[in-house]
């Protein structure tokens, strides 16, 4: 099956600074990669996800890139802000029957003002 | 929409007893996730279901947990007889296509 690594498990910055979390996954028919976010006793929300057709995607101050080759994918957040500040999780996931996603164990950012 | 409804939001049970965890997802999803979720071992897959057939158990942990979907818009996730390390957050997630839409989650602590 399917394994998620993702590093590093605590990230502090500066406000402002930017922060980068990367995972590796194992299973090279995995074609979907979701990031989600979860502030502390809330629910993780899905903020960006990419298909294994595009190497990057952006929207406003997050972006994440794919390199398939080397089955690796990161999130990359500019300008962080305080309400930045949650753990992070990456998945993989294949887009084949009933396949599910594989969480990586998460990164919790913390963004010093 | 309401999003996906789970109850009770917080549960305190004694070593023994039974626990039965409720998930109510988007109106019109078609899969629904069980998780788990504890510092240690992380946001776990415990079933999965596809047009309320259970497609992959084999994240349950034991014969002490079970689950069912008796219905498009009702599962639940039951343990018996519950242990300590059964404590964890129970989070129910459904879906239509890509993205999974959490539950609140059910913090379940058992002394």
């Known amino acids: 099956g399917e394994n998620v690594e993702q590093h590093p498990s605590t990230l502090s910055v500066q406000e402002g600074d930017s922060a980068v979390i990367k995972c590796t996954y194992s299973d090279s028919a995995s074609n979907y990669f979701p990031w989600y976010k979860q502030e502390l006793g809330k629910r993780p929300q899905l903020i960006i996800d990419i298909r294994s057709n595009v190497g990057e995607k952006k929207d406003q101050r997050i972006a994440v890139t794919l390199n398939k080759t080397a089955k690796h994918f990161s999130l990359h957040i500019t300008e962080t802000q305080p309400e930045d500040s949650a753990v992070y999780f990456c998945?993989?996931?294949?887009?084949?029957?009933?396949?599910?996603?594989?969480f990586g164990k998460g990164t919790m950012l913390l963004v010093s003002p | 929409d309401a999003g996906v409804i789970q109850s009770p939001r917080h549960e305190v049970t004694e070593m023994g007893q039974e626990v039965t965890l409720r998930c109510k997802p988007i109106s019109g999803h078609n899969s629904l996730f069980w998780y788990r979720q504890t510092m240690m071992r992380g946001l776990e897959l415990l079933i999965y279901?596809?047009?309320?057939?259970?497609?992959?158990d084999s994240g349950m942990p034991e014969d002490r947990f079970s689950a069912k979907m008796p219905n498009a818009s009702f599962s639940t996730l039951k343990i018996q007889p519950s242990e300590p390390r059964d404590s964890a957050v129970y989070f129910c997630?459904?879906?239509?296509?890509?993205?999974?839409?959490f539950g609140p989650g059910t913090r379940l602590t058992v002394l």
């Open positions: 998945a993989a996931r294949a887009d084949s029957g009933y396949s599910t996603l594989t």
């Open positions: 279901f596809n047009n309320n057939v259970p497609i992959d």
């Open positions: 997630a459904s879906s239509l296509s890509n993205e999974q839409f």
